[in-house]
C-alpha cells in the first residue's frame, strides 16, 4: 500500500479542510444526539402556557453541545487516521462486487 501524496504545505489534509469536515461531522452528530434523554413538557407534567405539550420540558443544550463536539472530535481524528496515517486509499474499499 502506498501512502497518500503530501501537499505543498506537508500535509495531507489542510487545517480548513479539516475544519469544514469538523464542522459537517458535528452537524450530523448534533441530529443523533438531540433526542437523547429528552423529556416532554407533558410526560413531566407541567406543560407552560403557549408551548406545545410535547416541547421539551428541560432541553440541556449545552451538555448536548459538549457531548457533540466531543463525538465529533473523536469521528474526525478517526477519518484523520484513515485519510492520513493509516496508508489506506479508497482502492482498498469493495464498492462494488467483481464482475464476471
Do not use: C, H, N
Request: charged letters at 10%; zero cysteines; a negative charge.
Amino acid at each position: 500500500m502506498s501512502r497518500p501524496q503530501l501537499q505543498e504545505s506537508g500535509t495531507v489534509v489542510s487545517i480548513i479542510s479539516g475544519l469544514a469536515i469538523y464542522f459537517i461531522v458535528w452537524w450530523i452528530v448534533l441530529f443523533a444526539v438531540l433526542p437523547i434523554g429528552v423529556v416532554t413538557q407533558e410526560e413531566k407534567g407541567e406543560v407552560e402556557p403557549g408551548t406545545v405539550a410535547s416541547a421539551p420540558s428541560a432541553p440541556r443544550l449545552w451538555m448536548k453541545a459538549l457531548l457533540t463536539s466531543v463525538i465529533a472530535g473523536i469521528v474526525v481524528a478517526f477519518l484523520y487516521w484513515v485519510i492520513a496515517l493509516s496508508g489506506l486509499t479508497l482502492d482498498d474499499f469493495p464498492f462494488k462486487p467483481p464482475s464476471g
